[in-house]
């Protein structure tokens, strides 16, 4: 089945930086766009950024900036590097693929506080 586990999520100070990373297993990574999500605390989940097959990139105008989407097919893992970190980042970070056998994995809590 389709996998996809976060992680590398943490508590940082504001004005830091994290990266995350999602493995994907269960599908021929290469041959899919990739993207994060997050949902904060009483909010709703949020499209953060997107990778597509070809390595374009697009991101959500909070972040757009101060993140970055990378992806390894060799590793077949997809990376958030996160800069310039504020309170309003502090979330639970998913990554995601648009295919039918996909589900959302657990997640990696990222806290931004001082």
């Known amino acids: 089945q389709v996998q996809l586990v976060e992680s590398e999520g943490g508590l940082v100070q504001p004005g830091g930086s994290l990266r995350l990373s999602c493995a994907a297993s269960g599908f021929t990574f290469s041959s899919y766009a990739m993207r994060w999500y997050r949902q904060a605390p009483g909010k709703e989940r949020e499209w953060v950024a997107t990778i597509t097959v070809t390595g374009s990139t697009d991101y959500a105008n909070s972040v757009k900036g101060r993140f970055t989407i990378s992806r390894d097919n060799a590793k077949n893992t997809v990376y958030l590097q996160m800069n310039s970190l504020n309170a309003e980042d502090t979330a639970v970070y998913y990554c995601?693929?648009?295919?039918?056998?996909?589900?959302w994995g657990q997640g990696t809590q990222v806290t931004v506080s001082s």
């Open positions: 995601n693929v648009y295919i039918p056998r996909a589900s």
